[in-house]
Structure formats: C-alpha cells, structure tokens
C-alpha cells in the first residue's frame, strides 16, 4: 500500500467562494490486494472551504489512522473496509478513497466492472447505464458576459445541463442572463455551497428564481442547518438539493424525514465511499427523492469511478459528470473520458474503475510518498 502525492495543473482556473484553484494538489493511493493493483483518488481540496477535510490532512489521517488500522485489520473484502475504519470519527473523503482502492483490486481480480458491481447492490435494480448524459459546472465568472460567453462553449460541446455557482449579489441576474440567451429549454441548476447566511435572506434572494424553471438550487443555507432547508422548501416552488449537509446514509434519513431536500447530490467522497453512496441512492429512491452524481474537480481516476456511480437507475438527474478536458490538458490516465455526441459520457466497462493510471505522468508529477512504516509528514 502507497500513498502519492501528485500535483496536476488545471487547463484554466476554478473560481468558487472558496477561492481558485489553478491545480489539484491530489492524494493517490496505490494498493496491492488479493494479488491485484488498485488505485483511487481522494477529494479532498487543499483548502478545508467545502468541509472540514483538506489535502493534507487526509495524507496525515490515511498514513497515522486509516492505513494502519486497515493493515491490522486484514480485511478480506472491501465491504469490510467502512466498519474497520468507523472507530475513527469523520474523514469521509480519505475513508471513501482507501475502501475505492481496494474495491478497486477486488473487482479486477474477479473482472468485474465497478458500475455493475454497485448495481448489483440495488436490489431489483436493472444493470447500469452504458453511457450518462452529460452535465457542467460553472464556477464563478467575473461578468455576466464572460459567463455567457462560457456557458455558450459548453452548450455548443453538447453538455445537457449547466450548473452555475451563486452567490449574494451574483443569483437572479446570471441565472436572467443565461435564460435570456440560452432559452427555457436549457436544464439549468444552481449551487450556493451554503452561501446565504439564514432562511429570510435566502428566501428574499432565492425566491426570484423561481420563475426561472431551474432544476434545483443547491445547499444555499449551512452545511448544518437541516431544519433551515426544510423551512426555505416550504416557501420556494424551486427544489432544493442538499449536498454539504448530508455526510451519511443517517444524515440522507434525516434530510429526508425533514423534507429538508427534493432532489439529493450524491458525492462518494463526502459520505464515506461508494457503497454509502449506493446506500443513499436506495433510501432515495424508496422516498421518491431523484439523485444525481455529484463532481469534486476529480482526476479521470475519480471521473471513472462517479461514471459507474451515474449508471445507476436512481440517477435519474444529470449530474457534475464532465469530460476530462472539462479541467484537465493532461490526465494522469490512459483513457479520460470524452463528450459523445449528444453530450454522453460512456460508462467505464473494463474491470474495476476501467481505467488505468498512467505511471509516467504520476511519475512527472510526483511531489511526496508514503510507504507504511513512515512517517506521515515526510
Ligand atoms: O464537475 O467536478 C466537477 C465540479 C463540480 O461544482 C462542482 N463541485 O460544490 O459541488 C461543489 C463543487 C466543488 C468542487 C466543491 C471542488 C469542492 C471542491
């Protein structure tokens, strides 16, 4: 088991309220499990904006907590991998790349592709996709003309739906101007990332989008403010969607014995892998609450595994699912995904993720390892 640090330039800047990235400082993890090689990426962003974890302190949890505790334990499955790991509190990204590893090794060894293996686990549910329909995000833009101008390209590309980041002060006009140019047809969706500091100010901003038929506006009150949501619900004819607030498959109960979301992002990195993913999906599914498979700027390594997430039956709504050049000049895998035509995506169908790490790149890029029996800060 390895962990590498990789550094990898953006093909131009990611702008959110949290700040801008010009590159992803990713953590990857390399095992070696019943005889086979498994790769993941964790999440995790340099800066703890989004929630409280960060590149450098999943490198620390992984090598000091996670990794050791996993090597004692010797688990012979990956479903085991959660319950060796839930005596350590929160870390879900870091948790969620490590348990992905081994699935990972697992399912190459069997041949079995990570999309069908997920699927199986919804019982009654039909097989996976084969290929997604294809959806953008839209970080924020410095005018409405610049941000026209964006939306534009990827509308052109084929993308089926944008999701655009909002803001205080930057809300009905961007969503006024995208309408205006782009029409009502354009499926269009917003993310706040719990920009709006209480339920009267939301709704005061939020209400004037709902004449603007937008798909859902996402977590625009606090990561922690579940009854908040289900408050602002009651007054916009908008859904809401959750997505920092829901952390677990007990937080998605919650959100949904509130009504406090119509419409659910489901990321594996943020409730603690991909089978808690899957979980959610089926608590939502049952509920009658659409999901859709959410995107942290990841890699072709993680864009491979959300695609395999996205197949499955209770997405029924476009996710963050992009092309690789959507960020990426260079990706660290062999096969990035690519837009269709039509704005799909293809579903990895090889073994696994379905795609492999390029060792050249991760090699060129390369900024720290760690072996167990390290130090995790070296
Ligand atoms: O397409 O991968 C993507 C990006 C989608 O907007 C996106 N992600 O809040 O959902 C989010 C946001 C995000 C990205 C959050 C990076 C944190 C880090």
Not at 306 to 332: E, Y
Request: include cysteine; proline fraction near 7%; charged fraction near 20%.
């Amino acid at each position: 088991m390895e962990l590498l640090r990789v550094r990898v330039p953006l093909a131009a800047p990611w702008i959110t309220a949290g700040g801008t990235l010009h590159a992803r400082d990713v953590v990857l993890i390399r095992v070696v499990f019943g005889g086979q090689e498994g790769w993941a990426e964790c999440v995790a962003h340099p800066e703890p904006t989004y929630s409280a974890e960060y590149v450098e302190g999943a490198w620390d949890v992984l090598g000091r907590h996670l990794i050791p505790r996993l090597l004692s334990a010797q688990p012979g499955d990956a479903q085991q991998v959660a319950g060796v790991l839930a005596p350590v509190k929160g870390h879900q990204m870091a948790k969620a790349a490590l348990e992905l590893a081994l699935l990972d090794a697992q399912l190459r060894a069997t041949g079995r592709p990570l999309a069908r293996y997920l699927a199986d686990r919804l019982p009654g549910a039909p097989a996976p996709a084969k290929c997604v329909p294809a959806g953008v995000a839209v970080g924020l833009s410095g005018s409405l003309d610049a941000l026209v101008a964006e939306v534009g390209r990827f509308v052109d590309d084929g993308y089926q739906r944008v999701k655009l980041k909002i803001q205080p002060g930057w809300d009905e006009a961007p969503v006024a101007a995208l309408r205006r140019v782009f029409g009502p047809r354009l499926a269009l969706q917003v993310d706040a990332n719990g920009a709006y500091a209480d339920v009267s100010d939301a709704a005061g901003a939020l209400l004037t989008l709902d004449g603007h038929g937008l798909v859902c506006i996402e977590q625009p009150l606090g990561d922690d403010d579940m009854v908040g949501h289900a408050e602002l619900g009651l007054v916009l004819s908008t859904p809401i969607c959750l997505d920092e607030g829901v952390a677990s498959p007990a937080d998605a109960e919650t959100a949904l014995a509130l009504g406090a979301c119509r419409v659910l992002n489901i990321k594996a990195g943020r409730v603690g892998g991909y089978l808690a993913a899957v979980d959610i999906a089926a608590r939502c599914a049952r509920a009658g609450v659409p999901v859709w498979c959410g995107g942290m700027v990841e890699t072709g390594l993680g864009r491979a595994a959300n695609l395999a997430l996205a197949a499955l039956a209770p997405f029924t709504l476009t996710g963050d699912v992009s092309a690789s050049d959507r960020f990426w000049a260079h990706d660290i895998v062999t096969a990035p995904t690519v837009l269709h035509a039509g704005g799909t995506i293809a579903v990895p169908s090889g073994p696994g993720v379905g795609v492999e790490v390029r060792g050249d790149v991760v090699a060129g890029a390369l900024s720290r390892e760690w072996h167990p029996g390290g130090t995790p800060s070296s």
